[in-house]
């Protein structure tokens, strides 16, 4: 039985993943705005890589070159208005978020580089979403924001862009350890019509071509991320909805554990990275 379903997963990878075209990450050096971001590095112990890359790496000339430049990052426009809601005052403390957070650039630097944090009132890990979440509601007594609506990424993707630069970092032991396991569990199990694991893709995969996408080893140090087939930006946990779907699997649910189990897996294994939000990707 088990041999069997091993079997569907494999014949489905080859019937998907050209493996003759291999075309490795490029050797561009990633500079925004005059700062040099680690785009690739000595992955973390225990690691299955040698190397990690950011998934910048394997997009074409004409993507990259729209992240090196905030002018041309079409991101950029939802960050301008995060900064619009960050001076919004709103909810019963009719407080706004700089009235308790002060200069956006001190408060919420580095927060990004590592996420997802354990919170001991939560009892588990928090994504940046269920962290704005947290405050909108008990602090400025405002309803909470959609995980995808345009209010969340814009802020999300304000937050993210203080730690740009940064190497994540993410907490993977003590309480956080169990979550940790669940992670890696959820990126090595076969789901799906296609009977496949993230791993079958992103790291047994990467550098291949996937019909017409440059496979990459699946970091997560730029989100949100804009993607030009989006027209927007997209969440960390849509990215793995969307990948869940493309091999025929029920997706979990956004902001639900087993996304943020394999959120804080991931983030793990691109240690070392650079923040990059908000990133650029076709
Ligand atoms: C059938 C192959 C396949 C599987 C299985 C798959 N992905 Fe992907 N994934 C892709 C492709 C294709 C892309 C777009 C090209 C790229 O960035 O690698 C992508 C992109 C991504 C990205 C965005 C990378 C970036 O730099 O923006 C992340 C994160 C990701 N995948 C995570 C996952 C996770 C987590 C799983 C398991 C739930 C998964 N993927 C399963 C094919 C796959
Ligand atoms: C009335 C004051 C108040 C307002 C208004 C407020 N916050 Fe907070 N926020 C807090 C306090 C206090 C904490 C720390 C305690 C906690 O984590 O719950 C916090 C925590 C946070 C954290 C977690 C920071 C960390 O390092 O873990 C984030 C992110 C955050 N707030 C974002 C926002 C955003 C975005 C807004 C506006 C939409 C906002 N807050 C509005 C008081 C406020």
């Known amino acids: 039985m088990k041999k069997s379903i091993g079997l569907i997963g494999s014949a489905a990878i080859a019937a998907i993943v050209a493996a003759s075209a291999v075309a490795d990450p490029d050797d561009n050096n990633l500079v925004i705005e005059g700062q040099s971001l680690v785009s690739e590095t000595t992955a973390p112990e225990g690691s299955a890589f040698e190397i990690i890359y950011s998934g910048w790496r394997f997009r074409s000339p004409e993507t990259q070159v729209l992240e090196t430049d905030d002018f041309e990052n079409p991101g950029m426009v939802a960050v301008e208005y995060g900064y619009e809601l960050w001076e919004t005052a709103a909810g019963s403390s009719g407080k706004s978020c700089a009235d308790c957070h002060g200069a956006i650039e001190e408060s919420m630097s580095g927060l990004r580089a590592g996420l997802p944090k354990w919170d001991e009132a939560a009892g588990k890990p928090l994504s940046l979403e269920h962290l704005i979440n947290r405050s909108i509601k008990e602090h400025q007594g405002a309803d909470a924001w959609k ?44 789901v799906g019509q296609l009977d496949m694991a993230c791993a079958n893709c992103h790291e047994d995969n990467w550098g291949n071509m996937i019909r017409a996408d440059h496979l990459s080893q699946g970091q997560i140090n730029g989100f949100p991320t804009y993607r030009l087939k989006w027209q927007g930006l997209g969440s960390i946990h849509r990215r793995f909805k969307g990948c869940m779907k493309q091999i025929r699997a029920t997706p979990y649910k956004p902001g639900g554990d087993e996304f943020t189990a394999l959120e804080l897996y991931v983030a793990s294994r691109g240690e070392g990275l650079s923040v990059e939000t908000p990133a650029v990707r076709q």
């Open 147 to 190: 995980w995808e609506s345009a209010e969340m990424l814009a802020m999300t993707a304000l937050i993210g862009l203080q730690s740009r630069g940064m190497p994540l970092d993410v907490q993977t032991d003590g309480p956080m350890a169990d979550w940790y396991e669940r992670g890696k569990e959820l990126y090595y199990a076969r």
